[in-house]
């Protein structure tokens, strides 16, 4: 159903823009710090805030309002879970976990955007594309791994600002939307993006 | 520096800050482990009495024949486990006994080493472009190894109330608990990760409360 709504949407966007001329068209490709929040599973899994991430995307203006692009990120999750005892049954295990979580979201990227007068940017969009991610869990001098692949929609908003004629500084904020897969339940989070763009 | 330079030394700083590998463990003891197991088939309540061997059982991979001598870890570390077990168990309720006064259980200690190589070796790397050896291929390194050996100590309460069904009568274990951990640090913080960890498979253990 969420997938349906996601498509709609990114269908009227389209529909509501005009095409952009060809000389107006505006090419960027961004850089930006990301930092992340699990949500769901991956909260559950790690809780803690992550303050290490990196990502870039190209996108050029396809119509007035609109633009298209891609691009690739890279998450990294970790918490120090401290000392704890895990039971299950009649099994009880106890020691330090660490627990490790690398995301690599791709996407297909389209934004419905407003400039105004001041050199601001205003969008709302989204992404599609898969997410790849490596879960690890180190206890003992043992690691657990487990990696997937997962379909992934990704709306965003954002502000970007001309801080000079060929450079922007942005700020977005991104839900990554990662869809279960048969063996791995739903991982999602927010991504929280700071960085400077380039026309 | 102009304001290119500047944007792009700020975009290359956050790249290798989110590229940071985060952390592990720093201490010995963050790698200590504690597994512990019991059967669901034996009312523990009944059982109220103990008794255990003050030896420490080495396994090694040269078992030894029957007949011949078993190896034991030496008597200085067995009385550190003996005696943390006999104060856990005393404080869960448990009366300890001679093994000739009829026990409801009997605790069994024994002790293994395993010991693991890392071994690293990239074929790029070798010095066969004579006289250049030492070189090596940008990426690639020379190879390496480390090694690292845990101990694992294994506590088993063996019932002594249930008749034995198995044609060369053993006993049933009512519990188990494995400890296990790197074999390093200096010798009183060995002794005392081996009393921690006692007293925590224990802890963990509260059906063997009286």
């Known amino acids: 159903m ?17 095409p952009a001329k060809a000389q107006d068209r505006e090419k960027i490709f961004n850089m930006y710090y990301s930092m992340g929040l699990g949500t769901g599973d991956l909260g559950d899994y790690i809780s803690k805030f992550s303050w290490r991430g990196f990502g870039m995307e190209w996108k050029t203006d396809v119509m007035d309002n609109v633009s298209m692009g891609f691009g690739a990120e890279w998450n990294v999750f970790y918490e120090d879970m401290g000392y704890g005892t895990y039971t299950r049954d009649n099994i009880a295990l106890s020691g330090v976990q660490y627990r490790y979580a690398n995301m690599f979201p791709m996407t297909a990227r389209f934004n419905y955007f407003k400039d105004n007068a001041a050199g601001m940017r205003f969008f709302g969009g989204a992404g599609i594309g898969t997410t790849y991610m490596i879960h690890d869990l180190d206890m003992n001098i043992y690691r657990w791994n487990r990696d997937t692949w997962q379909f992934l929609i990704a709306p965003e908003v ?42 | 520096m102009n304001y290119k330079k500047l ?6 700083t956050l790249v290798l800050f989110s590229g940071c590998r985060p952390g592990g463990a720093e201490y010995i003891s963050d790698l200590d482990v504690v597994g512990t197991a019991y059967t669901k088939e034996i009312d523990f309540s009944t059982r109220k009495t103990y008794a255990m061997w003050d030896s420490i059982v080495q396994i090694t991979s040269d078992q030894p024949e029957p007949g011949e001598d078993r190896q034991f870890v030496s008597q200085t570390y067995a009385s550190i486990v003996t005696s943390e077990i006999d104060r856990q168990m005393k404080a869960l309720g448990w009366t300890k006994v001679d093994r000739n006064q009829n026990p409801d259980a009997y605790i069994q200690n024994a002790s293994m080493q395993n010991t693991y190589v890392y071994y690293y070796y990239s074929y790029y790397y070798y010095g066969y472009y004579y006289p250049y050896s030492g070189w090596y291929y940008p990426g690639y390194y020379p190879p390496t190894y480390s090694s690292t050996t845990t101990g694992t100590l294994l506590m088993m309460l063996i019932d002594a109330k249930t008749e034995s069904t198995s044609p060369n009568g053993t006993q049933p274990v009512l519990w188990v608990g494995v400890i296990n951990g790197l074999m390093e640090g200096s010798t009183s913080s060995f002794t005392s990760r081996v009393s921690s960890n006692v007293g925590q498979a224990f802890k963990q253990s509260p059906i063997l409360k009286r």
């Open chain 2, 7 to 12: 944007l792009s030394l700020a975009t290359i």
């Open chain 1, 158 to 199: 954002g502000v970007s600002y001309d801080i000079s004629a060929d450079n922007t500084l942005m700020l977005s904020v991104k839900y990554n939307l990662n869809f279960k897969t048969k063996e791995v339940p739903s991982q999602s989070y927010l991504a929280f993006n700071i960085g400077f763009g380039f026309r």
């Open chain 1, 2 to 18: 969420k997938k349906i709504i996601y498509t709609l949407a990114a269908i009227s966007l389209l529909a509501m823009a005009k």
